[in-house]
Nanobody, 122 residues
């Protein structure tokens, strides 16, 4: 069992930066691919980025490519999403998820955190 826990959300002005963290309990956390999804009010959950278990491979949504960077900590038990050049359209609840493989499909991630709010003001 893996339970992701997100932190680091908040309010930032457009053009600013935030770093989200996701730590997970469970001794096998380092064996899981991790991903971030986001959901804005009235919209479906949207893929943001994913990283494989070793941290050597990442995939980004086109909407965040070049602005967001996903990485794993040295002990592989924490992942970090650094978000630069934030835009008002990045406003959403950001969710961390764990799964067997990297994938853009949220249905393939069995473990989810509670989410953290990111608000970007214009």
């Amino acid at each position: 069992q893996v339970q992701p826990v997100e932190s680091g959300g908040g309010l930032v002005q457009a053009g600013g930066s935030l770093r989200l963290s996701c730590a997970a309990s469970g001794r096998t956390f380092s064996n899981y691919a991790m991903a971030w999804f986001r959901q804005a009010p009235g919209k479906e959950r949207e893929f943001v980025a994913t990283i494989n278990a070793s941290g050597g491979s990442t995939i980004y949504a086109d909407s965040v490519k070049g602005r967001f960077t996903l990485s794993r900590g040295y002990a592989k038990n924490t992942v970090y999403l650094v978000m630069n050049s934030l835009k008002p359209e990045d406003t959403a609840v950001y969710y961390c998820a764990a799964g067997t493989n990297t994938n853009r499909n949220p249905a393939l991630y069995p473990y989810w955190g509670q989410g953290t709010q990111v608000t970007v003001s214009s």
